[in-house]
Structures are given as structure tokens and as C-alpha cells.
């Protein structure tokens, strides 16, 4: 008798999946602040980041000079100072056409190219004709960390990540991502809100919003949602889609028309996403061109008067015609078909509507609630659709709603009662409570099979006081002559004389020396510059607010001293660093001066970061034990690689978290902010 | 140099608010004027369309 003997091997193995590759989880919770964190953790009230924190994975980390969310981000994605990926705030000059600004991490190039056929000029890319069209680009420079992934073959799978849209385009077909912040509205822009009242006489337009009568005949009105412009016309004109408004003539009711869909709404009730598409006409014998977008209607009051709130139209998901964003192009088209629509703006929450008083509180809470819901709704996905390697995964709630609802103590708020101050402060516990849990789930769920992070970008602090440094920089002399109101915009008032101004500001944290061959119109010589600089930096560090004596600026970087790459040159000569509840003054971001040099913030952004890197540090936390002291942003992208087994090149001046080390003391970067304050005080002894 | 005739009544209004508006001379606000609606003509388009959009941003205004 002969024995047989069956290979186990052909009865069970066949079907079993290899067991996943290595996995890295990255939260990035924008803001989070670390001084918050603690006091709540301490209280028992984020029990899941507390159990990182009590496993030794907790830590402040370093934020980008300045603590701003596109230089900062763009310090995690290439693990290097705004000296390599040449970000410095939000806000960029031109040097070339003096002062004149733009976003800093993006770029649309208009083409003049174009058939000429009558009223039209239209571009056409294709063989003869191979005219550029109008790009937008990516400015960030530097190489993004999950490029060295890509190569190695790692799985790549990012969501809403800021500071790369255009998103950068995959070598090796291993990355998937969704561009988050930069990602413009359909118009354009960061997000216009289009708002229709029987209470507005005219059309009129605001800072993030549009504002239109609503004329009704008897119990109905026709209007137009405004669109992209048409720039196929030689003479550019606005799209508009029409709808009609239907209200109740007793009831708290109204019906939207639009396109054939029909909206029914309460008062106080938003409708689902609506699908509106703008027509580009054509000459006759072209097709009409589309642009889709997607809003969502906000019936806020129907009697004595109807007013109707319309969010920015954002570009539309399911179908986002010739706008890349998302790479591969179709990775949006196919969150959208699993999840429907949703937000694709940069900028999400309406805090526009808010600071316009449009919206109140409570509307707010409940625009960005509906935001994060959906934001969590997405997480549910990447989390379903992933298997190993790299997922990251961003939320805006802890930047956007802190901005309008944070204030962490007892003085006067810029709008609030203390009482309503404390309530509201309460909605960004209550935030960071829930996003606890977000972390448990996945805790629970990878244990240790992954590398778990939580991180923020930087922290948060009460914006209360308003410093115009253009205002500072005239009435010391800076900017000549001393009656003049402006930089940039004559609308304003008298402009400034460059032939005898020194030094001016743009931006959030930017200071520029109006340096002979670098300016257009510069005047100072490059032997004046290094006693100039001193001298700012002395002055600005003097500053005291008139109130109460306190100092207002913590810090004055000089960028020759914390930037080092080849895009250093283009940075603004000093970043100011204000002390917490200071912060550059809304005029002077652009350019505008006041009367006073120091006043108080009215504004519903009640609370911002854009001041000095020590006072705002973000968090770090992960399910394995931190090793490097004084961790910072520049770590995360060679901690990530080398999980991966990837190793980091040189451009990378940071090290692995789970690595002891620190950055050199000679090392010429930013993110330093504890190091540096540690080591100034070590300096005095 | 180009030279401009301008009404009396309109001179003197201008006068006016030189005194008040922090201008050195009437010919320094006149120049002023013409530069700045210039400047709205010349900026119209790319530039100025940017610096309102950048006014969108929160961070900003």
C-alpha cells in the first residue's frame, strides 16, 4: 500500500493575501495647539493622545519661521527650511514690479496665446496651432518626501494636504492625492460666498463674498449665481447661472429653482449640494465649453425680508472638467463616486460669512460642523481603501474654527461678551475631544502593526492688539514721505515715494529692504544693508504697546541667518515674531497704513499664529516612544522615510523622531523654535 | 514740463482740501490724482484682479 501524501499547501495557501507591507499613519490636525493638548490631557480629557503621551510619544514640535500654514507645511513636505522650498507666507512680492504681491504657492500663468476668431481668442494646444494655455503651477520648490516613496515602491495616499495644488505629479504611479489648501474656488479665489437679500440696494462685493438685492413680484425673484469669467472672449465677461426664488407667502418656507433642479428649503435649513454649470460660449461652429461647480444653498430668514446664503461654488468633484486636483486626475472622480459631492475649495469653512456678519455664531458652528462631518466621511474612506504604506490624512477644523472661536483667556475678546468667549473656546475642547476619539479608532485598529502620528503645524494664540508695521516703518522714518497711506494702493490714499523709502512690509511677518539692484526701485546700497538690518531688528524689538507697556515683538528674524538654499534670496530680509496676542495689523498685510501704530483687533478672527515660532509651536504625538530632542517639522518627512527604509537625502536637515539627536547648533535652519528660546536664555546666564 | 489750465472755482476747491488732506501744494495733490487713476487704468487686470483676490484670504482682511 502506498501512502499519499497531499501537500497542505495546495488545500489552504492559494487564497491568503501576503501580509501587508509596512504602514504609516500621519493625522495632521492643522493648529493643534500643545498648551491645550496638555491642560486637557491633564484633565483626563483626551484620554487616547494622553496614552501616547504617557508611552513617551508626545512632544511640542517646532514650527516653520514663520508659523505659517503654507511655509510650514511646505517645511513637512520637503523636510527643509523656506530656504529649499522657497515658501515665506502667504503672501509673496514681485521685486521685479516693486512690491507687487501675489500667493505665494501658486501661480497662474495667463497665455496670450489664442486662434483669433472674432470675438473669441481661444487657445488650442494640439499640433499646428501649439499654443500655451493659462496654467496655474505649483511655486513650492524643493522635492516633496513622498517622491523617494514613489520610487521605492511605497503606497502613497494623501488627502487634503495644503501647499500642493497644482498637486505634483507622480513618477513611479504609486501616489494617490487630493490638494487641499491652494485649491481655488470655480471663480478663482480663496472662496466667495454669494449672499441674496431684500435688504441689499445694490450688487456689491466684499472681502470673500458677493452681496445682490433680492427684488421679488409678489412671491418670487429671478437672480444669478455669478461664475467663472469667461476669458475666451477678448472682452472677459462673468458667467452667471440664473435661478428663481419661490417663497411662502406666510410660512417660513422657500423653493430654489435652478437648472432644473429644485431646492426646497426651512428657514435656518442648507440644502444638499447642488450641481450648477457655467456655459463658456463658443463661436458657432465650436461646442460651448462648461465649468462645473457645486454649492449649497442656506435659507437664513424668509419674512419680514428673504435672505439666502449661497456658499463659494467649489469645483465640481464628480466632474471637475479641466482642473487638475488631484493627482492621478481621476483619484477625486472616484472619492466622488463612492461618497458623492463634497468640498474641494482650499479653504472650506465659511469664515468670511462670519467675519462679514453674514453668518452668526451658531451659523458658523453649523456651516463647520457640516465640514467636518465631511472631512470624516473621507477619512472613513481613505481608511477603507487602504492597505500599507503611507496614509495621510489632513483636517481643517483645528485651524479654521480656532480662528473664529478660540480665546484662552479671561480679557476682553475683540466681539464677544467673556461669557460667550468661554462658550465658544468650549467648541474647540469640544473638538479636540472628538478628534481623540478619530485617533483611538485608529489606534485600536493598527495597534502596533503602524506607525501612528498626530501632528499640527503650529499652535494657536489669542489675536487681541494690531500692529501696522507700514504705519511703524513710516513713522520712523522707513517709509517717506510721512503723510503717505500706502505702498501698493493709491485707492487708499497718498502712495509712498520709493526713491527715499528704506524698508517695507508685506505679507503676515515680512520685512523688505528696498535694496538697490534687488528692488525695482530700490534705493539702499548693499554696504547700508547689514546696519539697516540691525537697526530694524533693535528698533521692532524695543516696540512697546502704549496700553500697558508690554513688549509686542518677541522675535526679528533675520532670513540670512534662519534660511539656507537656493531660494533664500527671494525672502523677505526679516520676519517679525510677535508676542502671543499681537499680530500684524489687517491693513498692513497689503501694504496700507493707519493713524495708530498699535490698536485693538475687532475682527470676528479673534485668534491667529502668524507671530513668533517659540510662541506657537504644534504637537507631535505617536504610539512609539519620541527619542530626538526638540523635535520639529523638518523631522517628520526623514522620520516617515526611514520607516520606509528609504533614507533621507542631504536636503533634509532633520532626523528620525525615534532616533536620539538634534539639530546642530550650527545647523543655519528654522523650526528651532524651543531651541532657540532655550538657548538664548542659556546665553544670558 | 507740461502746463494744464484748470477753472478758478475748481482751483480753489482743490485748495481746500489740500489744506486739510496733508498735501505739501496743490500741484502735488493734482499730480497725486492723476497717478492714482492711472495707476487703477494701468494696474486694471492681472495685478489688481490678484491683490483683490488675495484680499479673500482670511489671514488678510
Same mark, same amino acid.
Given at each position: 500500500?502506498?501512502?499519499?501524501?497531499?501537500?497542505?499547501?495546495?488545500?489552504?495557501?492559494? #487564497?491568503?493575501?501576503?501580509?501587508?507591507?509596512?504602514?504609516?499613519?500621519?493625522?495632521?490636525?492643522?493648529?493643534? /495647539?500643545?498648551?491645550?493638548?496638555?491642560?486637557?490631557? #491633564?484633565?483626563?480629557?483626551? @484620554?487616547?493622545?494622553?496614552?501616547?503621551?504617557?508611552?513617551?510619544?508626545?512632544?511640542?514640535?517646532?514650527?516653520?519661521?514663520? =508659523?505659517?500654514?503654507?511655509?510650514?507645511?511646505?517645511?513637512?513636505?520637503?523636510?527643509?527650511?523656506?530656504?529649499?522650498?522657497?515658501?515665506?507666507?502667504?503672501?509673496?512680492?514681485?521685486?521685479?514690479?516693486?512690491?507687487? =504681491?501675489?500667493?505665494?504657492?501658486?501661480?497662474?500663468?495667463?497665455?496670450? %496665446?489664442?486662434? #483669433?476668431?472674432? %470675438?473669441?481668442?481661444?487657445?488650442?494646444?494640439?499640433?499646428?496651432?501649439?499654443?500655451?494655455?493659462?496654467?496655474?503651477?505649483?511655486?513650492?520648490?524643493?522635492?516633496?518626501?513622498?517622491?523617494?516613496?514613489?520610487?521605492?515602491?511605497?503606497?502613497?495616499?494623501?488627502?487634503?494636504?495644503?501647499?500642493?495644488?497644482?498637486?505634483?505629479?507622480?513618477?513611479?504611479?504609486?501616489?494617490?492625492?487630493?490638494?487641499?489648501?491652494?485649491?481655488?474656488?470655480?471663480?478663482?479665489?480663496?472662496?466667495?460666498?454669494?449672499?441674496?437679500?431684500?435688504?441689499?440696494?445694490?450688487?456689491?462685493?466684499?472681502?470673500?463674498?458677493?452681496?445682490?438685492?433680492?427684488?421679488?413680484?409678489?412671491?418670487?425673484?429671478?437672480?444669478?449665481?455669478?461664475? =467663472?469669467?469667461?476669458?475666451?472672449?477678448?472682452?472677459?465677461?462673468?458667467?452667471?447661472?440664473?435661478? /428663481?426664488?419661490?417663497?411662502?407667502?406666510?410660512?417660513?418656507?422657500?423653493?430654489?429653482?435652478?437648472?432644473?433642479?429644485?431646492?426646497?428649503?426651512?428657514?435656518?435649513?442648507?440644502?444638499?449640494?447642488?450641481?450648477?454649470?457655467?456655459?463658456?460660449?463658443?463661436?458657432?461652429?465650436?461646442?460651448?465649453?462648461?465649468?462645473?461647480?457645486?454649492?449649497?444653498?442656506?435659507?437664513?430668514?424668509?419674512?419680514?425680508?428673504?435672505?439666502?446664503?449661497?456658499?463659494?461654488?467649489?469645483?465640481?468633484?464628480?466632474?471637475?472638467?479641466?482642473?487638475?486636483?488631484?493627482?492621478?486626475?481621476?483619484?477625486?472622480?472616484?472619492?466622488?463616486?463612492?461618497?458623492?459631492?463634497?468640498?474641494?475649495?482650499?479653504?472650506?469653512?465659511?469664515?468670511?460669512?462670519?467675519?462679514?456678519?453674514?453668518?452668526?455664531?451658531?451659523?458658523?458652528?453649523?456651516?463647520?460642523?457640516?465640514?467636518?462631518?465631511?472631512?470624516?466621511?473621507?477619512?472613513?474612506?481613505?481608511?477603507?481603501?487602504?492597505? #500599507?504604506?503611507?496614509?495621510?490624512?489632513?483636517?481643517?477644523?483645528?485651524?479654521?474654527?480656532?480662528?473664529?472661536?478660540?480665546?484662552?483667556?479671561?480679557? @476682553?475678546?475683540?466681539?464677544?461678551?467673556?461669557?460667550?468667549?468661554?462658550?465658544?473656546?468650549?467648541?474647540?475642547?469640544?473638538?479636540?475631544?472628538?478628534?481623540?476619539?478619530?485617533?483611538?479608532?485608529?489606534?485600536?485598529?493598527?495597534?502596533?502593526?503602524?506607525?501612528?502620528?498626530?501632528?499640527?503645524?503650529?499652535?494657536?494664540?489669542?489675536?487681541?492688539?494690531?500692529?501696522?508695521?507700514?504705519?511703524?516703518?513710516?513713522?520712523?522714518?522707513?517709509?517717506?514721505?510721512?503723510?503717505?497711506?500706502?505702498?501698493?494702493?493709491?485707492?487708499?490714499?497718498?502712495?509712498?515715494?520709493?526713491?527715499?523709502?528704506?524698508?517695507?512690509?508685506?505679507?503676515?511677518?515680512?520685512?523688505?529692504?528696498?535694496?538697490?539692484?534687488?528692488?525695482?526701485?530700490?534705493?539702499?546700497?548693499?554696504?547700508?544693508?547689514?546696519?539697516?538690518?540691525?537697526?530694524?531688528?533693535?528698533?521692532?524689538?524695543?516696540?512697546?504697546?502704549?496700553?500697558?507697556?508690554?513688549?509686542?515683538?518677541?522675535?526679528?528674524?533675520?532670513?540670512?541667518?534662519?534660511?539656507?538654499?537656493?531660494?533664500?534670496?527671494?525672502?523677505?530680509?526679516?520676519?517679525?515674531?510677535?508676542?502671543?496676542?499681537?499680530?500684524?495689523?489687517?491693513?498692513?498685510?497689503?501694504?496700507?497704513?493707519?493713524?495708530?501704530?498699535?490698536?485693538?483687533?475687532?475682527?470676528?478672527?479673534?485668534? %491667529?499664529?502668524?507671530?513668533?515660532?517659540?510662541?506657537?509651536?504644534?504637537?507631535?504625538?505617536?504610539?512609539?516612544?519620541?527619542?530626538?530632542?526638540?523635535?520639529?517639522?523638518?523631522?517628520?518627512?526623514?522620520?516617515?522615510?526611514?520607516?520606509?527604509?528609504?533614507?533621507?537625502?542631504?536636503?533634509?536637515?532633520?532626523?528620525?523622531?525615534?532616533?536620539?539627536?538634534?539639530? /546642530?547648533?550650527?545647523?543655519?535652519?528654522?523650526?528651532?523654535?524651543?531651541?532657540?528660546?532655550?538657548?538664548?536664555?542659556?546665553?544670558?546666564? | 514740463?507740461?502746463?494744464?489750465?484748470?477753472?478758478?472755482?475748481?482751483?480753489?476747491?482743490?485748495?481746500?482740501?489740500?489744506?486739510?488732506?496733508?498735501?505739501?501744494?496743490?500741484?502735488?495733490?493734482?499730480?497725486?490724482?492723476?497717478?492714482?487713476?492711472?495707476?487703477?487704468?494701468?494696474?486694471?487686470?492681472?495685478?489688481?484682479?490678484?491683490?483683490?483676490?488675495?484680499?479673500?484670504?482670511?489671514?488678510?482682511?
Amino acid at each position: 500500500m502506498a501512502l499519499i501524501v497531499v501537500p497542505t499547501l495546495f488545500l489552504s495557501g492559494c #487564497d491568503d493575501a501576503p501580509p501587508p507591507g509596512k504602514r504609516v499613519i500621519v493625522l495632521g490636525f492643522d493648529g493643534m /495647539d500643545p498648551r491645550l493638548c496638555e491642560r486637557m490631557m #491633564d484633565a483626563g480629557e483626551l @484620554p487616547n493622545l494622553a496614552k501616547m503621551r504617557a508611552g513617551g510619544g508626545f512632544s511640542p514640535l517646532g514650527t516653520s519661521i514663520p =508659523p505659517q500654514s503654507p511655509v510650514a507645511w511646505s517645511n513637512f513636505i520637503t523636510g527643509a527650511n523656506p530656504g529649499v522650498h522657497g515658501i515665506f507666507d502667504f503672501i509673496h512680492r514681485n521685486p521685479a514690479r516693486q512690491c507687487a =504681491p501675489f500667493y505665494s504657492a501658486a501661480d497662474t500663468i495667463t497665455s496670450e %496665446d489664442g486662434w #483669433d476668431v472674432g %470675438d473669441y481668442k481661444i487657445p488650442l494646444a494640439f499640433w499646428p496651432f501649439n499654443h500655451n494655455p493659462t496654467q496655474t503651477k505649483l511655486r513650492r520648490a524643493g522635492t516633496p518626501f513622498w517622491d523617494y516613496l514613489d520610487e521605492a515602491g511605497v503606497p502613497i495616499r494623501i488627502y487634503d494636504i495644503p501647499a500642493n495644488y497644482p498637486p505634483s505629479r507622480s513618477h513611479h504611479g504609486h501616489m494617490c492625492c487630493l490638494s487641499g489648501m491652494g485649491v481655488p474656488d470655480l471663480l478663482g479665489g480663496f472662496g466667495t460666498y454669494q449672499y441674496f437679500s431684500e435688504e441689499e440696494l445694490i450688487v456689491r462685493q466684499e472681502d470673500g463674498g458677493i452681496r445682490s438685492p433680492l427684488l421679488f413680484r409678489g412671491d418670487s425673484a429671478r437672480a444669478a449665481l455669478q461664475g =467663472p469669467r469667461h476669458t475666451y472672449l477678448k472682452r472677459p465677461v462673468t458667467t452667471e447661472v440664473k435661478f /428663481d426664488v419661490y417663497r411662502h407667502p406666510t410660512e417660513s418656507t422657500a423653493r430654489v429653482d435652478v437648472q432644473g433642479q429644485t431646492i426646497l428649503l426651512q428657514q435656518g435649513e442648507w440644502s444638499d449640494w447642488v450641481k450648477v454649470t457655467y456655459s463658456l460660449t463658443m463661436p458657432p461652429f465650436l461646442p460651448d465649453a462648461k465649468a462645473n461647480g457645486i454649492c449649497r444653498f442656506y435659507l437664513q430668514q424668509v419674512h419680514p425680508t428673504l435672505k439666502l446664503y449661497v456658499t463659494p461654488i467649489n469645483i465640481d468633484p464628480s466632474d471637475p472638467g479641466g482642473q487638475r486636483i488631484s493627482e492621478p486626475e481621476d483619484f477625486v472622480t472616484r472619492i466622488a463616486d463612492e461618497l458623492g459631492l463634497f468640498y474641494t475649495a482650499g479653504f472650506q469653512e465659511d469664515h468670511k460669512a462670519l467675519s462679514n456678519e453674514i453668518f452668526t455664531d451658531p451659523e458658523y458652528a453649523d456651516q463647520v460642523r457640516h465640514v467636518l462631518d465631511e472631512r470624516l466621511n473621507l477619512l472613513r474612506f481613505a481608511d477603507e481603501h487602504y492597505e #500599507d504604506g503611507l496614509l495621510f490624512f489632513y483636517f481643517s477644523s483645528t485651524d479654521l474654527q480656532a480662528h473664529m472661536f478660540w480665546w484662552d483667556s479671561d480679557e @476682553p475678546h475683540p466681539t464677544r461678551s467673556k461669557e460667550e468667549a468661554r462658550k465658544y473656546h468650549g467648541v474647540i475642547e469640544q473638538l479636540y475631544r472628538e478628534l481623540d476619539g478619530v485617533v483611538g479608532r485608529f489606534v485600536e485598529k493598527y495597534g502596533d502593526g503602524a506607525t501612528i502620528l498626530v501632528m499640527s503645524d503650529h499652535g494657536f494664540a489669542n489675536f487681541r492688539r494690531q500692529f501696522n508695521v507700514n504705519t511703524w516703518l513710516r513713522d520712523n522714518g522707513y517709509v517717506q514721505p510721512a503723510g503717505c497711506k500706502s505702498i501698493l494702493d493709491p485707492r487708499r490714499g497718498r502712495l509712498n515715494d520709493w526713491k527715499t523709502t528704506k524698508a517695507y512690509a508685506l505679507g503676515l511677518n515680512g520685512v523688505y529692504i528696498n535694496l538697490k539692484g534687488r528692488e525695482r526701485d530700490g534705493v539702499v546700497e548693499a554696504s547700508e544693508r547689514e546696519a539697516l538690518l540691525e537697526e530694524l531688528r533693535e528698533k521692532l524689538l524695543a516696540v512697546r504697546d502704549p496700553a500697558d507697556n508690554s513688549p509686542v515683538i518677541a522675535e526679528v528674524y533675520r532670513t540670512d541667518e534662519v534660511y539656507s538654499g537656493p531660494e533664500a534670496s527671494k525672502a523677505p530680509d526679516l520676519i517679525v515674531g510677535y508676542h502671543r496676542g499681537y499680530r500684524v495689523s489687517w491693513a498692513a498685510t497689503l501694504g496700507d497704513m493707519t493713524e495708530e501704530v498699535l490698536s485693538d483687533n475687532h475682527s470676528a478672527w479673534s485668534a %491667529d499664529h502668524c507671530i513668533a515660532a517659540e510662541e506657537v509651536p504644534g504637537v507631535i504625538f505617536s504610539n512609539r516612544p519620541i527619542k530626538r530632542e526638540h523635535p520639529a517639522l523638518v523631522d517628520l518627512a526623514p522620520t516617515i522615510l526611514e520607516e520606509f527604509g528609504v533614507a533621507p537625502p542631504e536636503t533634509m536637515t532633520g532626523g528620525s523622531l525615534f532616533a536620539p539627536g538634534a539639530l /546642530d547648533a550650527g545647523d543655519n535652519v528654522t523650526d528651532r523654535g524651543f531651541d532657540r528660546k532655550r538657548a538664548r536664555a542659556a546665553d544670558r546666564g | 514740463m507740461a502746463k494744464i489750465k484748470i477753472d478758478s472755482a475748481l482751483y480753489d476747491r482743490v485748495k481746500k482740501i489740500v489744506e486739510v488732506a496733508g498735501y505739501g501744494s496743490v500741484e502735488e495733490f493734482v499730480v497725486h490724482m492723476i497717478e492714482r487713476e492711472l495707476s487703477t487704468l494701468e494696474a486694471a487686470g492681472d495685478e489688481a484682479e490678484v491683490t483683490e483676490r488675495l484680499r479673500g484670504l482670511g489671514y488678510l482682511e
